[in-house]
């Protein structure tokens, strides 16, 4: 039997997500100075340790420090970590409360020092995101405090890809078969019909910030039209409450439910005022499939 939570009980535990999340923060800061040291041959860590080691270390330091929090406060709830999961440890996902977290999510912005890294923290419950640092389901979604709600500015009308400012990552697989997928997709989002590139959308500009959560957070702020990538659970929270549409992947039923299916899918695209949103939304969603090429993550 899955464990019951009340809108205060899961308010309490937003709260104490903001709390763990601050704790990490000045971690990844401490690490992210440390890895930078050293490879500026300046450090004084362990000189067998190379800033892959580092970035290893911190990531688990991270995530065993949200962990321990977790444990403490909340027993009963379930624990899923992409540094336990990267190394085999994949609980089954079931109804009852569970946190999800990427305790260094943007590891290559962290080892270069490129000021886009961050922790992300979610919480599904009954096998949906309900809680993204900072937004609650339900309860919108803010920038740092509740004083600033998202999204920063109402976006504006949306009537094609050549409108949107779109977010894509290359990912760690770099792989043949993939890289050419991406590379092809993204020559056709960006690329000029007019000047010889077959089914090109001329989207008004792609950015790659490095970092799944706060290219979600910035779909929800209103800066970005459309994101494209996975590691979802607690953006997803974070783009719904500011009013973006969330999907999954093309054979999804693309109807605003985010289910357990579709955690590992992905889509986040702003609202629009002009037509009813979902529409505009659904209709965005279908443009862009028709432009890009799937692929099976390893």
């Avoid at 803010?142 to 990912?171: F, M, Q």
């Avoid at 760690?172 to 078969?177: A, V």
């Avoid at 439910?257 to 955690?263: H, I, P, W």
Wanted: proline letters at 4%.
């Amino acid at each position: 039997m899955s464990t019951e939570l009340s809108q205060k009980q899961l308010e309490a535990i937003l709260e104490f997500s903001i709390d763990i999340a601050k704790q990490a923060g000045a971690l990844i800061l401490e690490g992210s100075q440390v890895i930078r040291q050293h490879l500026g041959g300046v450090s004084t860590v362990d000189e067998k340790k190379n800033s892959v080691d580092l970035v290893t270390e911190y990531d688990v330091r991270v995530e065993d420090l949200v962990r321990s929090k977790i444990s403490s406060d909340y027993p009963t709830f379930c624990f899923i970590g992409e540094e336990s999961f990267s190394q085999g440890i994949r609980p089954e996902l079931t109804d009852n409360p569970t946190f999800c977290v990427d305790p260094i999510d943007g590891t290559t912005n962290f080892v270069h020092g490129f000021p886009f890294a961050c922790i992300s923290i979610g919480l599904i419950y009954r096998r949906r995101p309900v809680i993204g640092y900072f937004a609650l389901k339900g309860s919108g979604a803010y920038l740092n405090s509740r004083a600033t709600k998202l999204p920063l500015c109402l976006p504006g009308p949306l009537p094609s890809l050549s409108n949107a400012l779109i977010g894509v990552e290359w990912g760690s697989d770099r792989s043949d078969s993939i890289i050419r997928k991406k590379s092809e997709s993204f020559v056709r989002l960006g690329g000029d019909p007019k000047e010889g590139v077959m089914g090109g959308r001329m989207a008004h500009g792609m950015r790659s910030l490095g970092s799944a959560a706060l290219n979600y957070a910035t779909v929800a702020s209103g800066s970005m039209d459309l994101y494209w990538a996975w590691d979802v659970c607690a953006g997803v929270v974070i783009a719904q409450e500011a009013g973006c549409f969330v999907s999954g992947a093309r054979e999804a039923a693309h109807d605003g439910d985010f289910t357990e299916d579709l955690l590992l899918g992905r889509n986040a695209i702003a609202d629009t005022p002009e037509e009813k949103g979902v529409d505009a939304q659904k209709r965005i969603v279908k443009e862009f499939y028709d432009a890009v090429e799937d692929w099976t993550p390893l």
